[in-house]
């Protein structure tokens, strides 16, 4: 598990509620199922009217990965593409061919697959560039679908506030009611701003920290393949696909040297 994701969410529903308990209040004051399901509903119905019910489901199905650790592999990547270098030099490129079915990324395997067969490094280029850019595009999407959910939510949130005022306005006789409808109304803008800033636009910023390792992941493969079909000394790739690895990477591969 991601210790930064999951030590994020608890920090901030536990300030929260330590803030509130030591004002005196108690949990009960924020816990309104009519709130819950103005802002909640409100804001998925808008989600929903916005993008594709697909787009939705895989935005939401693609929560496991913020909250699981990344998969620090880049090093090994590389380690596994002068593998290739070295192979294809001794042997020819031809006989990566029996590689294939070991390989499991699809990207790379795509890749590797039209340099075996013995595309031109141009028209590889090309090729693999269209499919990278097709998979971030529909990546891109999963985010801003909580983006949107942050956006919406404060408004939605305000929304339910209001509608809570519309009912306390008829009881303006009891001065009692009047004060626990106006807390409870506003418990609704709680629930809107709420989720929008501790949860929908955070999960967004981390997904979408995801996507950018994953896209200078495939960029890193591409060169790397292009590099094997020019015949590239192993050495000089290493250096090369090096310049891809963040910090973190970069460590890890120094202590596996």
Do not use: C, W
């Not at 949107?148 to 809570?164: D, R």
């Not at 709680?190 to 994953?214: D, E, S, T």
Request: charged share 20%.
């Amino acid at each position: 598990m991601d210790k930064a994701s999951i030590g994020g969410v608890v920090l901030a529903v536990a300030g929260i509620i330590a803030g509130l308990l030591i004002e005196g209040g108690n949990l009960g004051q924020i816990l309104q199922p009519t709130a819950a399901l103005i802002v909640f509903g409100g804001t998925m119905g808008a989600v929903l009217l916005q993008f594709p019910l697909t787009t939705v489901v895989g935005a939401f199905r693609s929560l496991g990965h913020v909250f699981a650790a990344p998969r620090k592999h880049d090093a090994e990547l590389i380690r596994q593409m002068i593998d290739f270098t070295n192979k294809a030099r001794r042997q020819g490129l031809v006989s990566l061919d029996a590689d294939l079915q070991s390989i499991e990324d699809p990207f790379l395997k795509q890749a590797l697959m039209l340099a075996v067969d013995g595309t031109e490094p141009v028209e590889l280029r090309k090729i693999m560039r269209v499919s990278l850019d097709s998979i971030t595009e529909d990546e891109e999407r999963l985010p801003a679908v909580f983006e949107s959910a942050g956006g919406f939510s404060p408004t939605i949130g305000i929304l339910g506030a209001v509608l809570g005022l519309i009912q306390v306005m008829q009881h303006l006789d009891n001065i009692t009611e009047v004060g626990r409808g106006i807390a409870v109304a506003f418990v609704a803008t709680i629930y809107g701003v709420g989720i929008a800033n501790l949860f929908f636009l955070p999960f967004a910023g981390k997904m979408r920290l995801r996507i950018r390792n994953g896209h200078r992941r495939r960029e890193m493969v591409l060169e790397g393949v292009i590099s094997i079909l020019e015949g590239i000394n192993p050495r000089m790739l290493e250096i090369k696909l090096a310049g891809f690895l963040d910090d973190s990477d970069r460590d890890e591969k120094e202590r596996a040297a």
